[in-house]
């Protein structure tokens, strides 16, 4: 069983910056890869960032330049550095993890980009 828990969404103005994490119940190493995803309502929940356990990150190209992707090991955190952010990034975001044939989903947080 594997747990993930998001935090460190929030209400930001627009050109803000925030941080989100998300802490596993096993070891980052564990996952073949780990992801950010976010959804609006009503609408289907986007990729945003993917690592793979080797490190590869790749981007969404809506926050390509604006977005980081990253993951400490030894605290078993994945993190999204959000900066110049914009109110079309406002949504709830969803960390994911890939054990085996599973992909596990946190429960998301909410950001909020006022304009």
């Known amino acids: 069983q594997v747990q993930l828990v998001e935090s460190g969404g929030g209400l930001v103005q627009a050109g803000g910056s925030l941080r989100l994490a998300c802490a596993g119940s096993?070891?980052?190493?564990?996952?073949?890869?780990m992801a950010w995803y976010r959804q609006v309502p009503g609408k289907q929940r986007d990729l945003v960032a993917t690592?793979?356990?080797?490190?590869?990150?790749s981007y969404a190209d809506s926050v390509k330049g604006r977005f980081a992707i990253s993951r400490d090991n030894a605290k078993n955190t994945m993190y999204l550095q959000m900066n110049s952010l914009k109110p079309e990034d406002t949504a709830v975001y969803y960390c994911?993890?890939?054990?085996?044939?599973?992909?596990?989903w946190g429960q998301g947080t909410q950001v909020t980009v006022s304009s």
């Open positions: 690592i793979t356990s080797g490190g590869t990150r």
């Open positions: 994911s993890a890939m054990y085996g044939a599973y992909r596990y």
């Open positions: 096993r070891s980052t190493l564990s996952f073949s890869s």
